[in-house]
């Protein structure tokens, strides 16, 4: 039986009606998302065996470890460490975060969300291959606005298709949605997540730690300050500096995986329910809810469930 906390995650965070929102920018913005990006990479083996030391399902601490190989299926998720935005320092907003795909301020927090990552079995992404990710918005959502005593807020969803060099077809589709808040803070409790299974098939529990987040943020090329200044991160109302949604999104895939070795993942979708912490233990859980379908979700050390997820086989 599994215990669900719901907790505090901050008090320190109060609204503002101070903060100002330019509505006439911002609609224009919305009005006119032509922004789309091109990011041409291949898939390195010696960049692969970063992540593989980074990740505690691979790096040999709880079975032998494998090298990637030139010409072997990139593993599920994976992608996630490629393909990104390389912008001078002076260009990064004031948090560490890239520009790109980013709404005018004063929206410049920026929250994983969430997403959906779609994969052809017929047409797999390949160790050593070369490969082109287009990137293009598909929805920007207002949340929030009507109401004087919420946070208002942007989900910015990309559509990004995933193309390995001389071949027509992406090999993966995926969705991926950040949210983007104010300046303004509030305080905000826990959400609770209703619907989570009181037991699992497998688990596989695991530390977040200071190395895995500085780890992390070199493989994706990421600066976010939420994830390496202890200061920031509590100036943005929390106790500690956070984990990165994809590797938490990572962790479910590579959950499943581990425990199930054999299985062709058609689709992934995935939603982060409350920020995870850094240096507290997460268990990742799955079960099977059908032969085609696994449930999985990541429970914080004292019950906080921080993203669920949805894994297709098949």
């Known amino acids: 039986m599994f215990k669900i906390a719901v907790r505090q995650l901050s008090a320190v965070r109060r609204y503002?009606?101070?903060?100002?929102?330019?509505?006439?920018?911002?609609?224009?913005?919305?009005?006119?998302?032509?922004?789309?990006?091109?990011f041409e990479d291949s898939f390195r083996s010696e960049h692969l065996s970063n992540l593989y030391i980074t990740l505690p399902t691979r790096d040999g601490t709880r079975k032998p470890y494998q090298e990637p190989k030139d010409g072997s299926p990139l593993g599920y998720g994976h992608h996630l460490v490629f393909f990104h935005s390389r912008v001078p320092e002076s260009q990064l907003r004031e948090n560490g975060t890239e520009p790109g795909?980013?709404?005018?301020?004063?929206?410049?927090?920026?929250?994983?969300?969430?997403?959906?990552?779609?994969?052809?079995?017929?047409?797999?992404?390949?160790?050593?291959?070369?490969?082109?990710?287009?990137?293009?918005?598909?929805?920007?959502?207002?949340?929030?606005?009507?109401?004087p005593q919420k946070d208002p807020m942007l989900v910015v969803t990309q559509k990004i298709d995933i193309t390995m060099k001389g071949m027509q077809k992406p090999s993966v589709t995926e969705e991926r949605s950040h949210v983007y808040l104010s300046t303004a803070d509030t305080k905000k409790a826990a959400?609770?997540?209703?619907?989570?299974?009181?037991?699992?098939?497998?688990?596989?529990?695991?530390?977040?730690?200071?190395?895995?987040?500085?780890?992390?943020s070199a493989l994706i090329f990421n600066g976010h300050h939420i994830h390496l200044d202890q200061e920031f991160a509590q100036k943005q109302g929390y106790p500690e500096r956070l984990v990165h949604g994809p590797l938490t999104a990572m962790m479910l895939l590579e959950t499943a995986v581990f425990h199930n070795p054999?299985?062709?993942?058609?689709?992934?979708?995935?939603?982060?329910?409350?920020?995870?912490?850094?240096?507290?233990?997460?268990?990742?859980?799955?079960?099977?809810?059908?032969?085609?379908?696994?449930?999985?979700?990541c429970v914080e050390e004292g019950g906080l469930v921080g993203m669920t997820g949805k894994v297709h086989v098949g």
């Open 16 to 38: 503002s009606t101070a903060t100002k929102i330019d509505s006439e920018a911002l609609d224009k913005w919305i009005s006119s998302p032509s922004h789309e990006v091109a």
């Open 101 to 147: 795909f980013s709404p005018p301020k004063p929206f410049s927090r920026r929250m994983w969300a969430g997403g959906k990552i779609t994969w052809d079995p017929e047409n797999p992404l390949i160790i050593g291959n070369k490969a082109t990710a287009r990137s293009t918005f598909a929805s920007i959502e207002k949340k929030g606005f009507e109401d």
């Open 191 to 216: 959400r609770e997540v209703r619907g989570i299974p009181t037991s699992s098939d497998f688990s596989f529990e695991y530390k977040p730690s200071l190395t895995t987040l500085f780890r992390f």
């Open 262 to 297: 054999n299985i062709r993942i058609s689709s992934f979708e995935y939603r982060a329910r409350n920020p995870m912490i850094v240096n507290r233990t997460s268990t990742i859980h799955g079960t099977w809810t059908d032969k085609d379908t696994i449930d999985l979700w």
